[in-house]
């Protein structure tokens, strides 16, 4: 089946410096990834959707400057941490939906990644 | 408003029996997808059913199955035969409109312990 693949799926940055979180749809083309944000025992927030061939969309309150996000293939996204934070560890999380119309129900999610920002 | 309610916290339940999730949702779009994820502590988050808001039957899926009450907007989960490896994060999402490329919205989620 379809699947999404999310990497790393750890990562310790020094506060300061820049990550850079992959995610791939392994064997279906995805023109739309949304990235998700989990803080400690909370809900995944939507942070952004990743349009390929063209800017991303991002929820209000979303520093687009600070989590960049690059959509550069049918089958890769990437977001960006810049200048991480220690506030900005978290638990990251990709989707891409698979297929159109009924038989795009399917939502498959990567593995995560989290980030711990020292 | 929240678009989606998962008013338990935590739920407890025997091995072997059965439990059910709550959800409940708000959308005045007529079309709209209902979701249930199983998040264990490794984070990934797992597909485990789906219902579409025309759909007739409510969906199952082995174990799971959906209760789905459009009237009352509540889509809840029932796993039958609890097994201890269902421990877990549970949460209900929801997609508004047709399929195409619109994010998931999701509950705070349900805690599941399964005893032994």
Same mark, same amino acid.
């Given at each position: 089946g379809a !699947?999404v693949? $999310?990497?790393? %799926?750890? !990562?310790?940055?020094?506060?300061?410096?820049?990550?850079?979180?992959?995610?791939?749809s +392994?064997d279906f083309q995805a023109t739309t990834m949304f990235? =998700?944000? $989990?803080?400690?025992? $909370?809900?995944?927030?939507?942070?952004?959707t990743s349009n390929e061939g063209?800017?991303?969309? =991002?929820? $209000?309150?979303?520093?687009?400057?600070?989590?960049?996000?690059?959509h550069? %293939?049918l089958t890769?996204?990437? +977001?960006? !941490?810049?200048?991480?934070?220690?506030?900005?560890? %978290?638990?990251?999380?990709?989707s891409a939906r698979s297929g159109t119309g009924a038989s795009g129900n399917t939502i498959y999610?990567?593995?995560? %990644?989290?980030?711990? !920002?020292? | 408003?929240?678009? &989606?309610? @998962?008013?338990?916290?935590?739920?407890?339940?025997?091995? #072997?029996?059965?439990?059910?999730?709550?959800?409940?949702?708000?959308?005045?779009?007529?079309s709209y997808g209902?979701f249930?994820?199983? /998040?264990?502590?490794?984070?990934?988050?797992?597909?485990?059913?789906y219902?579409g808001?025309y759909?007739? @039957?409510?969906?199952?899926?082995?174990?799971?199955?959906?209760?789905? /009450?459009?009237?009352? #907007?509540?889509?809840?989960?029932?796993?039958?035969?609890? /097994?201890?490896?269902?421990?877990?994060?549970?949460?209900?999402?929801?997609r508004e409109g047709l399929p195409g490329n619109t994010p998931l919205?999701?509950?705070?989620?349900?805690?599941?312990?399964? &005893?032994?």
């Amino acid at each position: 089946g379809a !699947v999404v693949s $999310q990497h790393p %799926s750890r !990562v310790i940055c020094k506060s300061g410096t820049s990550v850079k979180i992959e995610c791939r749809s +392994l064997d279906f083309q995805a023109t739309t990834m949304f990235w =998700y944000r $989990q803080f400690p025992k $909370q809900s995944l927030m939507l942070m952004a959707t990743s349009n390929e061939g063209s800017k991303a969309t =991002y929820e $209000q309150g979303v520093e687009k400057d600070k989590f960049l996000i690059n959509h550069a %293939s049918l089958t890769l996204s990437t +977001l960006t !941490v810049t200048s991480a934070h220690p506030e900005d560890s %978290s638990f990251y999380i990709c989707s891409a939906r698979s297929g159109t119309g009924a038989s795009g129900n399917t939502i498959y999610f990567g593995e995560g %990644s989290w980030l711990t !920002v020292v | 408003a929240q678009k &989606i309610t @998962q008013t338990q916290p935590g739920m407890f339940v025997q091995e #072997k029996e059965a439990v059910t999730l709550d959800c409940t949702y708000d959308t005045s779009d007529p079309s709209y997808g209902l979701f249930w994820y199983k /998040q264990p502590s490794s984070g990934e988050m797992i597909f485990l059913i789906y219902q579409g808001s025309y759909d007739q @039957q409510n969906a199952t899926e082995g174990r799971y199955s959906l209760n789905f /009450q459009k009237a009352r #907007k509540s889509a809840n989960l029932v796993i039958s035969a609890s /097994q201890l490896g269902d421990s877990a994060m549970y949460f209900c999402a929801m997609r508004e409109g047709l399929p195409g490329n619109t994010p998931l919205v999701f509950g705070k989620g349900t805690r599941l312990s399964v &005893i032994a």
